[in-house]
Antibody, heavy 121, light 110 residues
Framework: QVQLVQSGAEVKKPGASVKVSCKAS????????MHWVRQAPGQGLEWMGI????????TYAQKFQGRVSMTRDTSTSTVYMELSSLRSEDTAVYYC??????????????WGQGTMVTVFS | QSALTQPPSASGSPGQSVTISCTGT?????????VSWYQQHPGKAPKLMIY???KRPSGVPHRFSGSKSGNTASLTVSGLQAEDEADYYC??????????FGTGTKVTVL
């Protein structure tokens, strides 16, 4: 079945970087864009950016530009999100989410299980 | 890009209807018919409930419906059931591969 499986929880110190992975299965990896969305504890969803795995094109939310990098490995059908210069406000659950293509245009139809990133000194 | 505005909470008794609004601008909700809605239970990943303003993915009950007028989209849950108690988020395409989410609404089934 179609699924996205993310890497495990991370604990980082302020100023460090974190890299979260999202492995896709059950569909053709390069046919669908992938997004990253985060959710701070008790807060709402926040869109971070998008990667086109086919051509490695990316678009980042203005808030994260300069601090975020989204990459992919087509050989393992995995996308990565790296966030640098971490601060306490980056403590959140980070989700990867697939955009549904022709079945659900510009909507996030499949989500990963989420990765908790905790930033504290 | 500012978050879309949703009411913090909404409630209804079992069998009743509840409608959640999602207000944006002409650059997002008003400019595109790519509004989607997500249901999130505590500790779980969001689930797609509505896409392209009014369409339901396979498996989503017919009592979930969506609409849009101008810069405001709405999600209506008819015939409320206990399992509908959750947080709901709208999202809209905002052009140039950018997206924005709503502030979220907690729905309580009384």
């Amino acid at each position: 079945q179609v699924q996205l499986v993310q890497s495990g929880a991370e604990v980082k110190k302020p100023g460090a970087s974190v890299k979260v992975s999202c492995k896709a299965s059950g569909y053709t990896f390069t046919d669908y864009y992938m997004h990253w969305v985060r959710q701070a504890p008790g807060q709402g969803l926040e869109w971070m950016g998008i990667i086109n795995p086919s051509v490695l094109a990316t678009t980042y939310a203005q808030k994260f530009q300069g601090r975020v990098s989204m990459t992919r490995d087509t050989s393992t059908s995995t996308v990565y999100m790296e966030l640098s210069s971490l601060r306490s406000e980056d403590t959140a659950v980070y989700y990867c989410a697939r955009v549904g293509g022709v079945a659900a245009p510009l909507a996030f139809d499949i989500w990963g299980q989420g990765t908790m990133v905790t930033v504290f000194s | 890009q500012s978050a879309l505005t949703q009411p913090p909470s909404a409630s209804g008794s079992p069998g009743q209807s509840v409608t959640i609004s999602c207000t944006g601008t002409s650059s997002d909700v008003g400019g595109y018919n790519f509004v989607s809605w997500y249901q999130q239970h505590p500790g779980k990943a969001p689930k797609l409930m509505i896409y392209e303003v009014t369409k339901r993915p396979s498996g989503v009950p017919h009592r979930f419906s969506g609409s849009k007028s101008g810069n405001t989209a709405s999600l209506t849950v008819s015939g409320l059931q206990a399992e509908d108690e959750a947080d709901y988020y709208c999202s809209s395409y905002a052009g140039s591969d950018n997206y924005v989410f709503g502030t979220g609404t907690k729905v309580t089934v009384l």
